[in-house]
């Protein structure tokens, strides 16, 4: 099965700060790669999906680029709201697979 | 408005069976797959198997067969996820979610508010 790798796991950034989280597929996945956030205690909610196509209502500070095996979930700049963990989805068949997750916090 | 509410909260012994729910509204519950994420304390999402309850057809992650199954009753528009016989290492939160199309090379666009399940002696 097609294993997905995020990095870092964790990073510390400031206020305004630009933010990039990876995400690798083991295999080629082409687009099928959705970015989900999770904030403490509250349920997933989803980001972006195609790769690069933003969910309807979410921030346009929010983007994802990539195809094939390696992808990529920026934030222009950092707000206090976007404390979270992030993670990366691949969807392309059925097992689906999560990457383990980065977690963002404000230095 | 889309909705998918799970049943309460649960604290099982190790050994019990359980049977955990997940009701489908606001859209054709029939059309679109439903699956479950596992978050084990502290830990991160994992995909454990989705549902087509137009047709049960049912996928799972090869690190959950076996473990438990996932029905549906398209009669009343809800997905189940259930154990035989619970372990201590199955306390998690579970969620169910609904991928956004009628294939199974969606994301989860909709997601339920979780269901705790504890499992202590």
Not at chain 1, 16 to 45: E, F, H, M
Not at chain 1, 46 to 56: E, G, K, V
Not at chain 2, 88 to 111: E, H, I, K, V
Request: aromatic share 12%.
């Amino acid at each position: 099965d097609i294993q997905m790798t995020q990095s870092p796991s964790s990073l510390s950034a400031s206020v305004g700060d630009r933010v990039t989280i990876t995400c690798r597929a083991s295999q080629g996945i082409s687009n099928y790669l959705a970015w989900y956030q999770q904030k403490p205690g509250k349920v997933p909610k989803l980001l972006i999906y195609a790769a690069s196509t933003l969910q309807s209502g979410v921030p346009s500070r929010f983007s994802g680029s990539g195809s094939g095996t390696d992808f990529t979930l920026t934030i222009s700049s950092l707000q206090p709201e976007d404390v979270a963990t992030y993670y990366c989805q691949k969807y392309n068949s059925a097992p689906q697979a999560f990457g383990q997750g980065t977690k963002v916090e404000i230095k | 408005e889309v909705q998918l509410v799970q049943s309460g909260a649960e604290v099982k012994k190790p050994g019990e069976s359980l049977k955990i729910s997940c009701k489908g509204s606001g859209y054709s519950f029939t059309s679109y797959w439903i699956g479950w994420v596992r978050q084990m304390p502290g830990k991160g999402l994992e995909w454990m198997g989705i549902i087509y309850p137009g047709d049960s057809d049912t996928r799972y992650s090869p690190s959950f067969q076996g473990q438990v199954t996932i029905s549906a009753d398209k009669s009343i528009s809800t997905a189940y996820l259930q154990w035989s016989s619970l372990k201590a290492s199955d306390t998690a939160m579970y969620y169910c979610a609904r991928l956004s199309g009628s294939y199974y090379t969606s994301p989860f666009d909709y997601w339920g508010q979780g269901t705790l399940v504890t499992v202590s002696s």
